[in-house]
């Protein structure tokens, strides 16, 4: 028999199909499943994008070195780059304190911790070390209060007030500013209503209802307490008396004063940074372990996104010959498909009984006026003896069935 007709299997029907031309799979010529994303990698994309977005807005928003209210590094207006170089002009030594101060450095120096952002109770313990050893504290600001609590107790301390003592006078009998300090300019900053401490005023409102500036003892140094920080800023050092009172709030020439930054968030290592790009810098961290995680392999098996595919072609034809030479009957086991085949074409050619019976020649002769090839008709009309028929078979009922 001739064996020009073309045949496919079940396994793959078209040469076309997903399984190409042996079986393989089309996405690969060696089986490659693909790996199917998890939901959460997509969500983890998103969420490190969206904290990547924070990290350049907080970025592009914060504030530098000069921009620190209080800060001697500031040169904005309420910042004390002026009192710094003020005090340095007048051959004071002046250095930034970026951590707690010693107490070992604290006699004869002064330590100003103006407008302070946040401090801890290490913070407090150390600075009250520092006065208690023979140094000066001076604090501003409202938000000093806390630390004034820490260092003269709760009845000792003074409290903050709202309102503006617009010009303040050396209160009567203060015997700490020199007599060359007849008044001082503040702005709206507050200040202070005495606590039932030991505490003196020394800067006044002229009504005597406000105190903008006061002093204690603690141990054997001294603790100066200015309610408005603007008193000693750069937009206010130049006004009235107010160059006058920050070198006398610093002591006599050539003695030590130091601008505590760490209050400010310029601290040493990390805590250098300010607050706004060490938030930036945090997030940005966050958004690179969230890509980190969304980009990891997964363990475990790889998901596959189609099912399992059939064995290649040729290994089901070479499987299905060797089933069948183990038979040793080729005609037996080729019987129902031939009986098969011969109902499709006794369908097609409309012969009775589904063909079952009819004459070879009958089949022969309605097979070529319905132009069905010549070498289907002979493999379904003969009889089988060996491989080879068997394999004609199965090409003719493939046919037959399309």
Do not use: C
């Not at 996405?27 to 994008?49: I, T």
């Not at 900053?189 to 003196?200: E, I, L, N, Q, Y």
């Not at 054997?220 to 130049?238: T, Y």
Request: charge should be positive; aromatic fraction near 4%; hydrophobic fraction near 45%.
């Amino acid at each position: 028999m001739s064996s020009s007709v073309a045949v496919t299997t079940g396994a793959s029907r078209t040469t076309g199909g997903p399984h190409g031309r042996e079986g393989r799979p089309a996405n690969g010529p060696h089986g490659h499943h693909e790996r199917k994303s998890r939901p959460g990698r997509s969500a983890a994309a998103v969420v490190a994008a969206s904290v990547l977005v924070a990290v350049l807005a907080v970025a592009a928003t914060a504030s530098g070195a000069s921009a620190g209210a209080g800060s001697s590094l500031s040169t904005a207006p309420e910042g004390m780059a002026a009192y710094a170089a003020l005090l340095a002009h007048y051959r004071h030594r002046v250095g930034v304190l970026r951590a707690e101060p010693s107490r070992q450095a604290a006699r004869g120096s002064t330590l100003v911790v103006a407008d302070p952002s946040g401090f801890g109770r290490t913070t407090v313990a150390a600075v009250a070390s520092f006065v208690r050893g023979g140094g000066t504290l001076v604090v501003t600001g409202p938000t000093g209060e806390a630390l004034l609590v820490g260092l003269l107790g709760k009845r000792g301390a003074p409290i903050w007030q709202p309102g503006g003592a617009g010009t303040a006078f050396p209160a009567r009998g203060q015997r700490l500013l020199p007599g060359s300090i007849a008044e001082v300019a503040a702005g709206n900053g507050g200040t202070w209503r005495p606590g039932s401490g030991t505490g003196a005023p020394v800067l006044v409102e002229r009504t005597g209802t406000g105190t903008l500036m006061m002093s204690a003892k603690a141990g054997s140094g001294r603790v100066i307490a200015l309610s408005d920080p603007s008193v000693l800023d750069n937009s206010m050092l130049a006004r009235a008396d107010n160059a006058a009172l920050g070198l006398a709030l610093a002591g006599p020439a050539k003695s030590k004063v130091l601008f505590d930054e760490a209050v400010h968030g310029y601290g040493t290592g990390f805590s250098a940074l300010p607050p706004r790009w060490r938030l930036a810098t945090e997030l940005g961290v966050v958004a690179a372990l969230l890509w980190m995680w969304s980009k990891a392999r997964r363990l475990g098996p790889a998901r596959e996104v189609r099912p399992p595919l059939d064995p290649p072609r040729s290994r089901q034809v070479e499987a299905l010959s060797l089933a069948l030479a183990r038979t040793r009957d080729p005609a037996g086991a080729a019987a129902p498909a031939r009986a098969a085949a011969l109902g499709l074409l006794a369908r097609r050619l409309g012969l009775d009984k589904g063909g079952a019976g009819a004459d070879p020649a009958r089949i022969r002769q309605a097979a070529a006026a319905a132009r069905i090839p010549t070498e289907v008709v002979e493999a379904v009309v003969q009889p089988v003896s060996d491989e080879e028929d068997v394999m004609e078979v199965g090409r003719a009922l493939t046919w037959l069935s399309r």
